[in-house]
């Protein structure tokens, strides 16, 4: 069973950059057709999908993040991380790592707990 | 790209059926079959319910359907049980540049 963790910083300061790291166990990142992603929720709200990356580091982003938004991967870790640059109140959210279903970028099968990111200095 | 629509709220009580619709365009939910739902409980990760419309993950029960007509695609819960309870979202593909759509998620309450 694929389990992925989030870790990081609880508090980023505003204009400072957000560093998110996801450990994936029970499955190998490299090697398999799966894209591995990110995907928030602001304290009450809604999903918002960040962006995705294969081993290959081949990336997808959500084109509203897009320009502050950096995702890689690190196969002999078998880890992916997000670095969102210039943060704001508007990006405090729970950060979710996830797994994409071999269907695509619209189905995560398996879902990190997430990691509340607070942006406030 | 504005999100998906779905109804902030709806109810039911334990062995009825409920149903949450989930609005978008031609370009998403109308235009390709990749809608998928998640379920959420409180302080909890989206769990995966349904992907491509129709399709169960293994392990999710039964009671748990999907369909879709047009731009709408509808999430049905039958028999109603009180761990049904919790927010349901609906994603979807678009032909956009976003890529993926997420709905604002639906409220369910079990009388």
């Known amino acids: 069973q694929v389990q992925l963790q989030e870790s990081g910083p609880g508090l980023v300061k505003p204009s400072e950059t957000l560093p998110l790291t996801c450990t994936v166990s029970?499955?190998?990142?490299?090697?398999?057709?799966?894209?591995w992603g990110w995907i928030r929720q602001p304290p009450g709200k809604g999903l918002e999908w960040i962006g995705s990356?294969?081993?290959?580091?081949?990336?997808y982003y959500n084109p509203s993040l897009k320009t502050r938004v950096t995702i890689s991967v690190d196969t002999s870790k078998n880890q992916f991380s997000l670095k969102l640059s210039s943060v704001t109140a508007a990006d405090t959210a729970v950060y979710y790592c996830?797994?994409?279903?071999?269907?695509?970028?619209?189905?995560?099968?398996?879902w990190g707990q997430g990691n509340l990111v607070t942006v406030s200095s | 790209q504005s999100a998906l629509t779905q109804p902030a709220s709806v109810s039911g009580s334990p062995g009825q059926s409920i149903t949450i619709s989930c609005t978008g365009t031609?370009?998403?939910?109308?235009?390709?079959?990749?809608v998928s739902w998640y379920q959420q409980h409180p302080g909890k990760a989206p769990k995966l319910m349904i992907y491509d419309v129709t399709n169960r993950p293994s392990g999710v029960s039964t009671r748990f359907s999907g369909s879709k007509s047009g731009n709408t695609a509808s999430l049905t819960i039958s028999g109603l049980q009180a761990e049904d309870e919790a927010d349901y979202y609906c994603?979807?593909?678009?032909?956009?540049?976003?890529?993926?759509?997420f709905g604002g998620g639906t409220k369910l309450t079990v009388l």
């Open positions: 031609t370009s998403d939910v109308g235009g390709y079959n990749y």
């Open positions: 996830v797994r994409h279903g071999d269907r695509g970028l619209w189905v995560s099968d398996f």
């Open positions: 029970g499955g190998s990142i490299s090697g398999s057709t799966f894209y």
């Open positions: 994603g979807s593909y678009t032909s956009t540049n976003t890529l993926v759509l």
């Open positions: 990356v294969h081993y290959s580091a081949n990336s």
